[in-house]
């Protein structure tokens, strides 16, 4: 059975880069869409961006500007940076696999979550 | 983007009655819609894909309806496992974009 598990660094100081990883185990890595989504307690969940087995990355137009999605297909892990981080970057993220079915595209398979604060 | 709007924001049921929970979209998002099921400590669970098929294992007691802008979550005969937070999640493929409601809290009354 799939499963995720993330990790990264849980405080990050103003002005600096958020770093993460999530790691897929029991299921195809090259075959699907990754996801990275945060949740906070103000705008709820909120999605990051993509990585495609294309090998293209979409993201979340609000965060374009400082997000970028990475792949090492070796390892079966994806990753997350987000740069110029503020205290509004405070918030639980999370890893997802994003499911094709029939043509649908939900969020099936989830990491545990990290929870990253923004603070000097 | 399309903005996704949950009512109510809490809803309070006593055991093995059923909910009903609402989800609209600011534009129609056709039949791509989703329901998650949260609870503390943990990450969402996906329960309803494609606005009304149940994803692997959920019970059939949670039902999806819906299509366009208007969207329902009904759980029947709630059980005390059922109390939690439950969001909906549209999607669009062109440009690529997922947005979620607010969440509706589903507490035992």
């Known amino acids: 059975q799939m499963q995720l598990q993330q990790w990264g660094a849980g405080l990050v100081k103003p002005s600096e880069t958020l770093s993460l990883t999530c790691a897929v185990s029991?299921?195809?890595?090259?075959?699907?869409?990754w996801s990275w989504i945060r949740q906070t307690p103000g705008k709820g969940l909120e999605w990051i961006g993509e990585?495609?087995?294309?090998?293209?990355?979409n993201y979340n137009p609000a965060l374009k500007s400082r997000v970028t999605i990475s792949v090492d297909t070796s390892k079966s892990q994806f990753s997350l940076k987000m740069t110029s981080v503020t205290a509004s970057d405070t918030a639980l993220y999370f890893c997802?696999?994003?499911?094709?079915?029939?043509?649908?595209?939900?969020?099936?398979?989830w990491g545990q979550g990290t929870m990253v604060t923004v603070s000097s | 983007e399309t903005v996704m709007t949950q009512s109510p924001a809490t809803l309070s049921v006593s055991p093995g009655e059923s909910a009903t929970l609402s989800c609209r979209a600011s534009?129609?998002?056709?039949?791509?819609l989703a329901w998650y099921q949260q609870k503390p400590g943990q990450a969402p669970r996906l329960l309803i894909y494609g606005a009304s098929t149940r994803a692997t294992g959920v019970p059939a007691r949670f039902s999806g309806s819906g299509s366009g802008t208007e969207f329902t979550l009904t759980i029947s005969g709630l059980q005390s496992e059922d109390f939690a937070v439950y969001f909906c999640q549209q999607s669009t493929t062109w440009p690529p974009m997922y947005t979620f409601g607010q969440g509706t809290k589903l507490e035992i009354k």
């Open positions: 990585f495609s087995q294309t090998g293209t990355t």
């Open positions: 997802a696999r994003v499911a094709f079915i029939s043509g649908y595209y939900p969020f099936d398979i």
């Open positions: 534009q129609s998002v056709r039949s791509n």
């Open positions: 029991g299921g195809s890595f090259n075959s699907n869409y």
